[in-house]
């Protein structure tokens, strides 16, 4: 007879193809229903964490829910430091694990719905009677509030005989949010007449447009308005037309292109959040500028934000569209204290203004040289120390990659090369796990995830020293899992980078912030990896040859790259400025 944990395995299994996690007394008969009663793949991982990363990395890689398992106590424990990302991150999972009895705490157990919810995540607690709707409702609450559950079964119920496992209904999952009301159309119709009458005008998207996927309708909507365009690190590759887009705004946004945004007189922003580092401490727009935004949130997310609009990207991008088809007769104009237009002005019934007939004439998207506006610097081959520069490593690096490649990246200083000089071609395939709640050592477990997600694809995994010891346990996991198709590159700068760029400066000890130079190539053979020590550009002629050989004859590669501290990354630089 099937088990409560049965009950919950089989039923999480009907809308999840992968778990992931560490197994212990909490989850052994989860596991055991999972493997012996469903055909969801498991893969282990070596740290509780890396359960809660993989399933995270899974679902940026690919949209689709994944799960994380831990036992009780400590090895919930260890979840917790990716359970904050993840919630911060906005990304969906579920994380089964064990709890306390039903009887009461036992000497060693934690009050693990308080720690849960401590860092924004909800448990749903199985009992003998309901653990498959229970299952349904966790993945229900996931799928709506896009943020991970804690799917708990106690110890004493876990092996209990539940009888035969019911046909759950599928969780719901919400529809796309339609503008509403008279305000939001009328804050429509603004928009559109300040895109008709905009001459340099501007549209930025980040993650969330491409999870409402509005890539088309926002491709449309750019070559209806004649606008630049670029997005988010999060949201790369989102537009479909390369030749009008200034690649990533913020720090890691190249100096012309971010130039470019700050002379565009209208922008419209696509599921963004607008967070300090995209807006560039507030100076990515200037002030004449007028900005919309665009979003699922209760309200605009920026003080800068003049007009908003509560809807999903796609949709609102099609209306938008719609209403700049020259046959569109629009309605009045409304003022909504996003722009000095009177309310109540009208355009011409015909849907074109002067001014935007001119625009159409000389779109000022056509007088850009966008490849010029995009262009980073390229560095040296070697620093002043003689340690390699990072610029030209990475730029080197993204030549010998292959385009297959999804990059996850872990958190710190190097964050920014890879961000800057390794193009991807979608959202989905350029990932960073540990950033939004400003956390290192996730990197390791992602590429677990991001393997799993697309096994077709090359994995990149973009880490630095000090985060890739501290997540060293799933180095292992990585290599296991991606094998010939995986990659990772260790910037190496033997230091924390960020605090000794930011503390450093200020003359705080640096002594805490160094690390002792260690052999990552070293730890990559230990687990069966190929690893390469790179001092100078030609030693990555190996990754080219790597990238030439049959995935079938080559080992995951590990390039220990010996950089030079005293490349400072330009967002970091901003860091600086503004905390100095």
């Given at each position: 007879?099937?088990?409560?944990?049965?009950?919950?395995?089989?039923?999480?299994?009907?809308?999840?193809?992968?778990?992931?996690?560490?197994?212990?007394?909490?989850?052994?008969?989860?596991?055991?229903?999972?493997?012996?009663?469903?055909?969801?793949?498991?893969?282990?991982?070596?740290?509780?964490?890396?359960?809660?990363?993989?399933?995270?990395?899974?679902?940026?890689?690919?949209?689709?829910?994944?799960?994380?398992?831990?036992?009780?106590?400590?090895?919930?424990?260890?979840?917790?430091?990716?359970?904050?990302?993840?919630?911060?991150?906005?990304?969906?999972?579920?994380?089964?694990?064990?709890?306390?009895?039903?009887?009461?705490?036992?000497?060693?157990?934690?009050?693990?719905?308080?720690?849960?919810?401590?860092?924004?995540?909800?448990?749903?607690?199985?009992?003998?009677?309901?653990?498959?709707?229970?299952?349904?409702?966790?993945?229900?609450?996931?799928?709506?509030?896009?943020?991970?559950?804690?799917?708990?079964?106690?110890?004493?119920?876990?092996?209990?005989?539940?009888?035969?496992?019911?046909?759950?209904?599928?969780?719901?999952?919400?529809?796309?949010?339609?503008?509403?009301?008279?305000?939001?159309?009328?804050?429509?119709?603004?928009?559109?007449?300040?895109?008709?009458?905009?001459?340099?005008?501007?549209?930025?998207?980040?993650?969330?447009?491409?999870?409402?996927?509005?890539?088309?309708?926002?491709?449309?909507?750019?070559?209806?308005?004649?606008?630049?365009?670029?997005?988010?690190?999060?949201?790369?590759?989102?537009?479909?037309?390369?030749?009008?887009?200034?690649?990533?705004?913020?720090?890691?946004?190249?100096?012309?292109?971010?130039?470019?945004?700050?002379?565009?007189?209208?922008?419209?922003?696509?599921?963004?959040?607008?967070?300090?580092?995209?807006?560039?401490?507030?100076?990515?727009?200037?002030?004449?500028?007028?900005?919309?935004?665009?979003?699922?949130?209760?309200?605009?997310?920026?003080?800068?934000?003049?007009?908003?609009?509560?809807?999903?990207?796609?949709?609102?991008?099609?209306?938008?569209?719609?209403?700049?088809?020259?046959?569109?007769?629009?309605?009045?104009?409304?003022?909504?204290?996003?722009?000095?237009?009177?309310?109540?002005?009208?355009?011409?019934?015909?849907?074109?203004?002067?001014?935007?007939?001119?625009?159409?004439?000389?779109?000022?998207?056509?007088?850009?040289?966008?490849?010029?506006?995009?262009?980073?610097?390229?560095?040296?081959?070697?620093?002043?120390?003689?340690?390699?520069?990072p610029r030209s490593a990475a730029r080197r690096i993204a030549e010998l990659l292959p385009e297959d490649r999804v990059v996850v990246s872990d958190g710190g200083h190097f964050i920014g090369w890879a961000n800057m000089y390794w193009p991807v071609a979608s959202p989905?395939?350029?990932?960073?796990?540990?950033?939004?709640?400003?956390?290192?050592?996730?990197?390791?477990?992602?590429?677990?995830?991001?393997?799993?997600?697309?096994?077709?694809?090359?994995?990149?995994?973009?880490?630095?020293?000090?985060?890739?010891?501290?997540?060293?346990?799933?180095?292992?996991?990585?290599?296991?899992?991606?094998?010939?198709?995986?990659?990772?590159?260790?910037?190496?700068?033997?230091?924390?980078?960020?605090?000794?760029?930011?503390?450093?400066?200020?003359?705080?000890?640096?002594?805490?912030?160094?690390?002792?130079?260690?052999?990552?190539?070293?730890?990559?053979?230990?687990?069966?990896?190929?690893?390469?020590?790179?001092?100078?550009?030609?030693?990555?002629?190996?990754?080219?040859?790597?990238?030439?050989?049959?995935?079938?004859?080559?080992?995951?590669?590990?390039?220990?790259?010996?950089?030079?501290?005293?490349?400072?990354?330009?967002?970091?630089?901003?860091?600086?400025?503004?905390?100095?």
């Amino acid at each position: 007879m099937p088990t409560v944990s049965a009950h919950a395995a089989i039923t999480l299994a009907r809308h999840v193809d992968h778990v992931f996690g560490v197994m212990g007394n909490g989850n052994a008969y989860f596991l055991d229903a999972l493997e012996r009663e469903t055909s969801a793949s498991f893969t282990a991982v070596r740290h509780e964490q890396g359960a809660v990363v993989a399933a995270d990395a899974h679902y940026r890689a690919s949209g689709r829910i994944a799960a994380g398992t831990a036992t009780y106590g400590a090895g919930f424990t260890n979840t917790l430091t990716a359970l904050a990302e993840s919630v911060q991150a906005h990304i969906p999972l579920v994380l089964v694990v064990g709890d306390e009895p039903t009887s009461g705490p036992r000497p060693w157990d934690v009050d693990q719905i308080a720690l849960a919810s401590a860092v924004g995540a909800r448990t749903y607690t199985v009992g003998r009677a309901d653990a498959a709707a229970t299952t349904v409702i966790a993945m229900e609450h996931a799928l709506t509030y896009r943020v991970p559950v804690v799917l708990a079964i106690p110890y004493d119920v876990a092996a209990l005989e539940a009888g035969p496992v019911p046909d759950a209904p599928a969780p719901r999952v919400p529809r796309a949010l339609d503008p509403a009301g008279g305000f939001a159309e009328g804050m429509l119709d603004d928009i559109a007449a300040a895109l008709r009458d905009a001459e340099r005008p501007f549209l930025l998207a980040g993650r969330g447009a491409w999870l409402a996927g509005a890539g088309e309708a926002l491709g449309a909507l750019a070559d209806a308005s004649g606008a630049l365009t670029a997005s988010t690190a999060l949201g790369c590759g989102v537009f479909p037309a390369a030749e009008y887009d200034l690649g990533v705004t913020g720090g890691f946004g190249a100096e012309g292109a971010m130039e470019l945004v700050r002379n565009a007189d209208v922008a419209v922003v696509f599921g963004a959040s607008l967070n300090q580092f995209t807006m560039r401490f507030g100076e990515l727009f200037a002030p004449g500028t007028r900005v919309f935004q665009v979003d699922v949130a209760p309200a605009a997310t920026h003080a800068h934000v003049g007009g908003y609009v509560r809807g999903d990207a796609r949709v609102v991008a099609e209306a938008l569209v719609e209403r700049l088809r020259p046959a569109h007769d629009l309605r009045p104009v409304h003022n909504f204290g996003s722009g000095d237009r009177h309310a109540g002005a009208h355009v011409p019934a015909d849907g074109v203004s002067s001014t935007a007939s001119e625009a159409v004439r000389r779109p000022w998207r056509e007088a850009i040289d966008v490849v010029a506006a995009r262009a980073y610097d390229t560095g040296d081959e070697l620093a002043p120390d003689g340690r390699l520069d990072p610029r030209s490593a990475a730029r080197r690096i993204a030549e010998l990659l292959p385009e297959d490649r999804v990059v996850v990246s872990d958190g710190g200083h190097f964050i920014g090369w890879a961000n800057m000089y390794w193009p991807v071609a979608s959202p989905d395939r350029m990932m960073m796990v540990g950033t939004a709640f400003q956390a290192i050592g996730l990197g390791w477990p992602s590429v677990v995830g991001a393997a799993r997600a697309r096994p077709e694809s090359t994995v990149v995994l973009s880490t630095g020293d000090g985060g890739g010891l501290m997540a060293i346990a799933d180095l292992e996991s990585a290599v296991r899992t991606a094998g010939g198709r995986g990659c990772a590159v260790v910037w190496n700068d033997a230091a924390y980078g960020a605090e000794v760029h930011l503390y450093g400066l200020k003359g705080l000890a640096e002594e805490p912030m160094r690390i002792p130079e260690v052999d990552f190539a070293a730890f990559a053979a230990a687990v069966g990896a190929e690893g390469v020590v790179v001092r100078t550009l030609d030693d990555l002629d190996r990754l080219g040859s790597w990238a030439a050989q049959p995935v079938a004859e080559r080992r995951f590669l590990l390039l220990d790259l010996r950089i030079s501290p005293m490349v400072i990354a330009p967002y970091q630089q901003e860091i600086i400025r503004v905390n100095s």
